[in-house]
């Protein structure tokens, strides 16, 4: 594993890579604001031995099939805020001007038909849904969300889930980017005043940057330091 700590204004965000996907939490390093995760790229593999990141991750994908012949971005990545679970609401998860504060790069507007434009090339669009108060059972029925479940540590229980598509990506300088992406992130209270979040991304990929823009690197990075800056947002978000 390897700590890196991103600077973001005058908030530091510090960012432990963690080797395996089923990593352990580490209560310590999340009570001083550590943010865990595991990141993966895999090209494409029509044969992925099924404990595999990218198996277990197309599992959550219902439209992932074997023949996909997209390069896949994955990651996992659990932290903690000090903020009441009550603060994580479904209108909250819609607000555009409240998303705008927290995400001011990605330049989020809201279209007629409910879906969501992220401006920030590679332009797409993106639809959320939330789920109430989910459960192993409840959930048996969705293969898909089944399997985000299988990351949650034992005895763990979400609150709320969001599970985010993006689709409708946009080219740039003439080349195809991603097909679509799958995000689900999970509140769970740790008691008033605390909720930690788990989020699992997947993405699909037609093509990465060539190298002398930065290649599989650049998309390292550009996954890394987003989800910094995001977290580093929410955490400052003076709002009630």
């Not at 699992?200 to 990929?205: A, G, R």
Request: a positive charge.
């Amino acid at each position: 594993m390897f700590v890196l700590a991103v600077m973001l204004a005058a908030t530091p965000v510090e960012m432990r890579r963690e080797t395996s996907l089923d990593f352990a939490i580490d209560e310590a390093f999340q009570q001083v604001g550590g943010v865990q995760y595991f990141y993966e790229f895999a090209s494409p593999d029509p044969r992925p031995k099924p404990s595999s990141a990218l198996a277990r991750f197309r599992a959550m994908d219902a439209k992932s099939t074997i023949d996909d012949p997209y390069h896949v971005v994955m990651s996992r990545l659990v932290y903690t805020v000090e903020r009441d679970l009550s603060f994580f609401t479904e209108a909250r998860a819609r607000d555009v001007k409240y998303l705008k504060q927290v995400a001011p790069a990605v330049g989020i507007s809201v279209e007629r038909d409910g879906t969501f434009r992220a401006a920030q090339a590679p332009s797409n669009r993106f639809r959320l849904t939330w789920l109430d108060a989910p459960t192993r059972e409840s959930v048996a029925g969705d293969a898909a969300l089944a399997n985000f479940f299988e990351f949650f540590p034992k005895g763990a229980q979400p609150a709320s889930i969001i599970v985010q598509k993006n689709f409708d990506f946009a080219r740039v300088m003439g080349w195809r980017t991603a097909e679509r992406a799958i995000t689900y992130t999970a509140h769970e209270s740790l008691g008033p005043g605390r909720t930690r979040i788990h989020v699992c991304t997947m993405s699909l990929l037609h093509h990465v940057p060539p190298f002398f823009l930065g290649g599989k690197e650049r998309v390292f990075r550009e996954s890394i330091d987003g989800a910094a800056q995001l977290i580093a947002q929410l955490r400052a978000y003076s709002g009630k």
